[in-house]
């Protein structure tokens, strides 16, 4: 494969080096293995099974037009010559339906999912914009389900996958497209429920499910996050006065706040009220807030996590060590859980080194009378490694399970 590359300015794109300016069309492909785009989990590609996609779509491209890859999971398809659009269609929808159909790769029976884009220049003009174009329409249809080809069209095309997710948000809660699902957070040594974690879900009506790793960031920068926020916090009080009642064992729920957001009275009067209506006692409720927030505002941080501390919340501070702080703030601020990030644990105990840190940060933790979350543990070698390392091992990760809806969570809990 030759690769494409595109240049800074998103628009125009070169192969080897060489600026096109003189394309006629260009189809994007984009693939996924299809739980991994969902919610952000599964097993991705191994470099074996990307071979042998690739040359599916190889094999299949129409007679005139050579396929590139841009990325890991995404080919390109150009074609110089205008009059062939018609077969270039053809050519592409063909690939389509053989991704869509289960594909055996490596001795596995795998569901791709792919997304086709397919743009074209009208003149010489429009070629330098094929890529920006054939992007746009990526955006606007990540229906990750339907694996159709999408043409391009200006009319359509006019607003990016952004502006959708910012503007369809509004409806969703009116629509209950939102849900929660609910990951558990386990002692390793007592193989004891600590705590939950509540993980927003968005099943838009044409995208399918949406990642909140995809649509939080756009709605976070939007500043249009709050209305969401206080969504989740009620769903939660609710859900925590059902369980209340039922008796079902599960300590405390926490709740995922973005930074620009702790340091507000909103929503300090919103969980407020929430607490109140649902008769529930505050010390079930913990608030997950990310280590970047709070060194954005480190002073208005501290009085608001000792406000929710004085009510008798606790506050964790989220992807601990991903932000690349001086560590001073925490000998200030009144947090009572650090959790450490995910990349911190993925070359234990593989990894010397990776252990060495790990064993650091939690000794710095409990010297400071911290208690320590460690995320996304996936496997056995690792609980073991941190059982025997960790005078309190608390964990959450898919080794124990994933994330759950409320139904399967009370069944798990129950087992
Ligand atoms: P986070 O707060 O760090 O949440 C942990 C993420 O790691 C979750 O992804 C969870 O499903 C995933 N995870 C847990 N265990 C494992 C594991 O063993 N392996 C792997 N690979 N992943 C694991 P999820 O649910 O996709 O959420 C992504 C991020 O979106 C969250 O990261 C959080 O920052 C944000 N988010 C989710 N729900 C909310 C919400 O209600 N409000 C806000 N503001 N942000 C949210
Ligand atoms: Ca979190
Ligand atoms: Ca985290
Ligand atoms: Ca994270």
Redesign the pocket.
């Known amino acids: 494969f030759d690769a494409l590359t595109v240049l800074p300015n998103q628009r125009q794109f070169e192969i080897d080096g060489r600026n096109m300016r003189e394309a006629g069309s260009l189809a994007i492909i984009q693939i996924h293995q299809l739980e991994k785009w969902i919610?952000?989990?599964g097993y991705a590609f191994t470099d074996e099974m990307i071979k042998e996609v690739s040359e599916i779509i190889q094999q299949l491209k129409p007679a005139s037009a050579k396929v590139y890859r841009i990325e890991e999971h995404r080919f390109a398809i150009l074609n110089h010559d205008e009059q062939n659009f018609e077969r270039m269609k053809i050519a592409l929808e063909r690939i389509m339906s053989v991704l869509m159909s289960p594909l055996i790769i490596s001795n596995r029976r795998i569901i791709v999912d792919a997304v086709g884009a397919i743009a074209r220049a009208s003149n010489k003009n429009e070629s330098s914009e094929l890529f920006s174009h054939a992007m746009a329409v990526l955006g606007h249809s990540s229906t990750r389900y339907k694996h159709e080809l999408i043409e391009y069209d200006p009319k359509i095309h006019t607003y990016s996958f952004e502006n959708r997710i910012i503007k369809d948000i509004a409806s969703a809660i009116a629509n209950n497209e939102l849900f929660l699902e609910y990951?558990p957070k386990i002692c390793s040594k007592t193989q004891t429920v600590t705590g939950l974690?509540?993980?927003?879900r968005w099943r838009h009506p044409e995208f399918g499910l949406i990642?909140?790793?995809i649509f939080?960031p756009v709605l976070e920068e939007s500043n249009n996050?709050y209305d969401v926020?206080d969504w989740?916090v009620r769903e939660v009080c609710q859900q925590i006065a059902y369980w209340v009642a039922d008796d079902v064992p599960f300590i405390q729920v926490s709740?995922?706040?973005?930074g620009s957001y702790i340091t507000s009275s909103r929503l300090l009067s919103v969980i407020k009220d929430n607490l109140y209506k649902n008769k529930i006692n505050p010390s079930y409720l913990e608030l997950?807030i990310t280590e970047t927030s709070v060194i954005h505002d480190i002073e208005n941080a501290i009085t608001a996590v000792r406000n929710y501390r004085d009510l008798g919340i606790s506050v964790a501070l989220?992807?601990f060590g991903t932000g690349l702080s001086s560590l001073s703030y925490l000998r200030k601020i009144p947090i009572s859980t650090i959790k450490i990030d995910?990349s911190f644990v993925d070359g234990v105990p593989v990894s010397k080194k990776d252990c060495a840190l790990l064993k650091a940060i939690i000794t710095l933790c409990y010297s400071l009378n911290l208690k320590v979350v460690i995320?996304?543990?996936?496997f056995k070698e690792q609980i073991d490694f941190i059982t025997s390392m960790t005078e309190i091992p608390l964990v959450?990760?898919?080794?124990y399970s994933r994330?759950l809806q409320v139904k399967e969570l009370v069944a798990w809990l129950q087992e």
Do not use: C, W
């Open positions: 919610v952000g989990y990951q974690e509540a993980l927003l990642s909140p790793g939080i996050i926020t989740v709740i995922n706040i973005p997950e989220d992807d995910k995320e996304g543990v996936e959450q990760g898919y080794f994330p």
